[in-house]
């Protein structure tokens, strides 16, 4: 009875807006939970570190690796690379999932370049870079095997995607500290305990 309700709307810092129904939500989630397994190999208890603009592709990655079982890590995209790097290191994602740039107060801040220099400088766990196009028509693949066209590959994806099973003290999701007072703390949420406050409040 939602599925034409709307769920998200969007607007960017230069007045586009776009909106998403729960339907459309739930099959570009589906879409890219469907890739996560099937393509990235993510799978249940994996980590996953977002390091995004807010955009609604960050919700729908959000979505998606509940769908799927992964645990994700949203960095704040005003960080730097070394604070990437570090949060990247402590909870060893295996993927990350960027954009090519983004916008803040007029300036672009080059969040797939920041990203590289993450990597390069450690961060060996990661295995593959996801780009959203964000304010590009083309995404930079600095290493062929590793990064990834958010775009491209969920073309012809399943909009069908069976959930992954999850017990309520399973993992959510990874939140750090700022790390002001030394190295960032992760705050680990549990699936049942989060969606249970989610709800009431």
Known sequence: DKRNKTAIIWEGEK???RSFTYEVLSKQVNKLANRLRSELHIKKGDRVTLYMPMIPELAIAVLACARVGAIHSVVFGGFSADSLR???????SRLLITADAAYRRGNIIPLKD????????GSKSIEN???VRHI???????VQERDIDYHDLLQDASIDCVAEEMDSED????LYTSGSTGKPKGVLHTTGGYL???SIT
């Open 15 to 17: 007045g586009e807006v």
């Open 86 to 92: 570090d949060r990247i290191e402590d909870s060893q």
């Open 114 to 121: 920041i990203a590289d220099q993450a990597l390069a400088s």
């Open 129 to 131: 870079v996801l780009v």
């Open 136 to 142: 590009g028509d083309d995404v930079k693949t600095t």
């Open 171 to 174: 993992p959510l999701f990874i």
């Open 196 to 198: 249970v406050y989610a």
